[in-house]
């Protein structure tokens, strides 16, 4: 008899042991799922004013995305630290429209800088910048990106995307900028920080890495190049 309740506690325990262990893969399971794309908002922030025939228009779209992780909140963060720093866009736009209002001749002051989620799978977020900055004779275009992990909040650089080895990310820059853009450029590519390129992910395993508005040998207007992403 005691053999008997021996067993059925063992049992009983093993039992317990299983249930748990289900409950915690299935609950790991949902996690992982819930990572692999991230919720977000975009906040529109604009500012204008206007004086006769001067104008001054700000936009700037602020991304931010849902919950409340430690890696959610590490993505926001480095999200608004984007925006606060174009806060020099700003403070700029402002102080050409003042020193324009009485020129007596019409004239439009734009910092525009929109976004948009280039790719959200795969447990990796990648925002695409599009930027218009005009005031006075000095008109920029140009696009940038922001690319995070989502598991953990990390931002990744140009050398964690590319596919390849890392060490030899500069190099597979250089010789695709060469052949399809400038051939000249691949020198001045080769001495550029890794922390230079301006990048943004896309579906389908590819990366942009984006050369603007002054291209790397010093020309003026914006150039692209597609290679092939880890992601």
Known sequence: ????????????????????????????????????????????ITQKKS?????????YELPQLKGSSAAVKKINKSLKKDYQKDQENR?????????????GYERAFVSHTTCSASYNQNGYISFRYGVNWYVGTAVYAYEYGKTYRLRDGKEL?????????????????????????????YSYIMKMNLSDFQFFLMPGKQVVVYFGPIQPMGGHGPAQITLKSKM
Do not use: H, P
């Open 91 to 103: 403070e700029s736009l402002f102080d050409w429209f003042e020193s324009s209002k009485n020129y």
């Open 157 to 185: 650089g140009i050398q964690d995307v590319v596919a390849g080895k890392a060490s030899n990310v500069k190099k597979t820059i250089a010789t695709k900028y060469a052949k399809e853009v400038a051939e000249r450029g």
């Open 51 to 59: 004086y006769k025939k001067v104008s001054a228009s700000y936009l």
């Open 1 to 44: 008899m005691k053999k008997i309740k021996k067993a059925g506690k063992y049992f009983m325990t093993v039992l317990l042991v299983a249930t748990l262990l289900f409950t915690w893969c299935a609950q790991s399971t949902v996690t992982v799922s819930a990572a692999s794309k991230a919720t977000y908002t975009i906040k529109k």
